[in-house]
């Protein structure tokens, strides 16, 4: 079965997400699952502020206050520790996630591209690495089993990829996704949002009685 997710890594639900689909997929251990990790941006006109905090970016982008953004931050660290993740928006640096995703299809190609999400994911929400930082996303490429060499010069070379995930943000766009993360399963069924654990089973299960 094939699981196409279109997913943005500075998505917090998106990472939520792929640890309850991951759960969901335990309870098939006879079962081949074939992943597949499909750019998008929430925002593609995310300019790096390193010196704003993300409360703070939140705040401003929403039109709401300061102590709202918290309390909303607050909401879904407690959501993202309840499958076992740790979410530190305190520490976190706001970036555009473009680069991030030409590194993750070149780690596509080389079937790494669960391993680079994985890498991205905890790398902005827990660590608060910065993604705007090209040393730091060599690091973050190697870590997810990739060539530095190659992930260097998709760095310095704008174009590589770019069509790759343009394609991917098409795609969405055509089946009409309005928001991130998205499952399809073998583009038969979808799973829209981190949906419970239960979502993701009944899901296959009922694509597994149609076969």
Known sequence: MKI????DIMCPFC?????QMEAAL?????????IEWKSFQLDPSITPQANKDVYTFLAERKGISLEQSKEMHKGVAERAKSVGLNYHFEKTIISNSLTAHRIIQLAKTKKLGDQMEEVFFRAYFTEGRDL???STLIELGIQAG??????SEVIENENIY?????TDIAEAQE?????????VFDRKYAVSGAQPVQAFVQTINELKNKK
Do not use: C
């Not at 196409?4 to 997913?7: D, R, T």
């Not at 990472?15 to 640890?19: A, H, M, N, S, V």
């Not at 089946?175 to 499952?183: A, E, N, S, T």
């Open 4 to 7: 196409e997710i279109w997913s």
């Open 15 to 19: 990472y939520i997400g792929k640890r």
């Open 26 to 34: 335990t309870e098939f251990p006879n079962d081949e699952f074939e």
């Open 132 to 134: 705007n930082d090209s």
């Open 146 to 151: 990739l060539d530095a060499n190659e992930v």
């Open 162 to 166: 770019l069509n790759d995930v343009k």
């Open 175 to 183: 089946i009409g996704v309005q928001g991130v993360p998205f499952f």
